[in-house]
């Protein structure tokens, strides 16, 4: 540490005298060129040296008060240039006048001053730009220097590669391929644009590059997509810079190259909300989050904290989870009001409770058993968690007068081939009806599969591929829709703003995937061939699975809202007599631990439905005829 503030110490006292020395060498050189070049006249030589006197402590301080030696040498740079310039501008006018004043400047020829400064600027932005240009520029490359192309000729590109050219960290970049045709052939920093990004297999041949850079933070999903398959089929290693959204929030550098993710390849476009609506729906609230542990109740409970809620209640199952949101919130948010109750949805009195004590203005139930496969033969706990928590929940919020419940649903609910997924339907059919009979508004957000979330895909082949596999895949043709938790979180809060109550809104989850490429891509990313290295096996369909999941009944018509993810399905309407005796007899056969009586009344409110012996549904195929299933 010493040593560093020495270094320090030394370079800025070496380019102080540097200055310092420029000072006299210009004024002399101005008197020099004024008389071509040959011998300056005896008087004005005198002159001369006796204005230095002057001269040089004025223009002094003015290198110091302009702040000339805020800058260092190693990065010197325009603001550099300016302060130069200032300070040269401001310098030789002090200086005339107090030569004015003492000298009268009866023998200071006209043309000097303007030399002068002129001269000053050459001589102190010169060796800073050499300078500059030497550290950059060093003679030879670093021993082992992996040489890059860059993807991407833009600002994040030239940000990139100035970096890449300043540090010297190991990489050399060689070449840009750029879609734009206005930069085909420019060089930025002495690294040339070669060709677009078509060209990226041939340029890694030509240039015997040894890895790809994607410098297009912007890009869109799509874009991304084209590129890494540029890349994989180039066959070199590829790396890209942070997302655009996380450079511009400070949270990293340009400079800072990450693996290529899997949520890079099916993320979707960043999501344009408004904030404005809100704030003004949620900031100063009460707000309760239950699951409040799981991978949505968590992240929505970030994004709560960051509308600056009066307060916000969590409400979690999992003693480790509770305890790992909370101290995750109150290490992001010190100055936020946390209240946090260990506990079931089930448990009425606990529920009544908590509602009582904190009166939550707007409750976003997350609770709920999601894991398919598991839950075909856990019916009673389904029921028992999905529908009567639910149940308890809500009943408990209309009581206590809370203004807004958001049910945060699934596509599983719709045409439920799986108990997990009836049990979510039967969830929508009470809170829809509950609507229409309470000063409470119910809304339904039903969306897809969410990437990285606990239980998901993405973890367990994440874990496969780190065995060294094999990857299993039930269907070589199973698809499922996909987003990230971070949107679905945020289109979750702004379903909640649009909603009036009874609705059930469907966000957008752009195109299915097939859980193969899914795969495929992961073991790919993982720098591995599919097949080659890494086996898929497929296992075939599990219980409760199906091929495809909609998220939407042919008979729930969408229709467009002010967002344009977000979509409104117009539910059909069930009597409240037919679900308040459904409850009823869910409650019984939960007491009785029977079984059967659950499986039958699930069918009876959900017709639709085809798990555990139920008749096949209809279902929409890509948007065309429905057609039946099975």
């Not at 002010?562 to 059909?572: P, Y």
């Amino acid at each position: 540490m010493k040593s560093r503030i020495n270094r320090f110490l030394v370079s800025k006292t070496a380019a102080i005298v540097h200055d310092l020395m420029m000072i006299p060498l210009a004024w002399l050189l101005a008197y020099w060129l004024r008389f071509n070049l040959g011998n300056i006249e005896s008087e004005y030589l005198h002159q001369a040296l006796v204005a230095l006197a002057v001269v040089v402590p004025v223009q002094a301080g003015v290198f110091w008060a302009v702040g000339l030696y805020r800058g260092v040498w190693r990065f010197a740079s325009m603001p550099d240039l300016e302060r130069i310039l200032k300070s040269a501008f401001i310098g030789t006018l002090l200086s005339v006048l107090f030569l004015f004043i003492i000298f009268r400047l009866s023998e200071l020829p006209r043309s000097v001053p303007i030399l002068y400064s002129l001269l000053l600027v050459m001589l102190l932005g010169g060796p800073r730009a050499l300078y500059r240009w030497y550290k950059d520029r060093k003679l030879g490359e670093p021993e082992g220097a992996r040489r890059v192309l860059i993807v991407g000729a833009g600002r994040a590109g030239e940000m990139l590669v100035r970096d890449m050219l300043r540090d010297r960290d190991g990489y050399r970049p060689l070449a840009f391929v750029d879609d734009a045709p206005s930069r085909l052939g420019r060089e930025i920093h002495g690294v040339p644009v070669t060709g677009t990004a078509e060209s990226l297999p041939e340029q890694v041949g030509r240039l015997d590059i040894d890895i790809v850079v994607l410098a297009v933070p912007s890009a869109t999903v799509q874009q991304r997509r084209r590129l890494i398959e540029l890349c994989e089929r180039a066959g070199v290693p590829f790396r890209t810079v942070p997302r655009l959204q996380d450079l511009m929030s400070g949270q990293v550098s340009i400079n800072q190259l990450q693996k290529v993710s899997i949520e890079d390849l099916l993320g979707r476009d960043p999501v344009v909300l408004d904030w404005d609506g809100i704030l003004a729906g949620l900031s100063g609230k009460t707000v309760m989050v239950t699951g409040a542990g799981g991978s949505i109740g968590s992240e929505l409970c970030q994004q709560l904290a960051r509308l600056k809620p009066k307060r916000i209640v969590l409400f979690e199952n999992c003693e480790y989870n509770l305890y790992r949101i909370e101290k995750q919130l109150r290490q992001t948010f010190p100055g936020l009001v946390l209240d946090v109750c260990l506990g079931s949805v089930c448990d009425a009195v606990l529920v009544d409770r908590v509602l009582q004590r904190f009166q939550p203005e707007a409750i976003f139930h997350a609770a709920a058993y999601k894991h398919v496969p598991l839950l075909e033969s856990q019916v009673r706990q389904a029921v028992h968690n999905n529908v009567i928590g639910t149940r308890v929940l809500a009943d408990a919020a209309v009581a206590h007068g809370c203004h807004e419940f958001v049910l945060i649903s699934t596509d599983k609910a719709v045409n439920p081939a799986n108990v997990m997924g009836a049990t979510k339907r039967v969830a929508e059919i009470y809170c829809q009806n509950l609507n229409q009979r309470t000063g409470t508004s119910f809304i339904t957000v039903r969306f897809g599969n969410v990437l990285g979330s606990a239980g998901s895909v993405v973890p367990l082949f994440r874990e496969q591929i780190a065995a060294g596999g094999p990857v299993t895949v039930t269907h070589p043709e199973m698809e499922r829709y996909f987003m990230t938790i971070p949107e679905a979180t945020q289109l979750i809060m702004q379903a909640s703003v649009l909603g009036k109550g009874g609705e059930i809104f469907v966000l957008e989850m752009g195109e299915p995937v097939r859980i193969r490429y899914l795969a495929e891509q992961m073991i790919r990313l993982s720098g591995r061939e599919p097949g080659r290295d890494i086996e898929i096996v497929y296992t075939g369909l599990r219980p409760g699975e199906k091929l495809y999941e909609e998220l939407f009944h042919e008979r729930e018509t969408l229709t467009p809202t002010a967002h344009e993810k977000i979509m409104l399905a117009h539910h059909r309407v069930l009597a409240w007599d037919e679900v308040n005796d459904a409850m009823k007899e869910f409650e019984r056969a939960i007491h009785a631990d029977d079984e059967t009586p659950l499986l039958n009344c699930l069918a009876r409110l959900v017709p639709e439905g085809r798990f555990r012996g139920c008749k096949p549904p209809l279902r929409l195929i890509e948007g065309r005829r429905a057609v039946p299933r099975g």
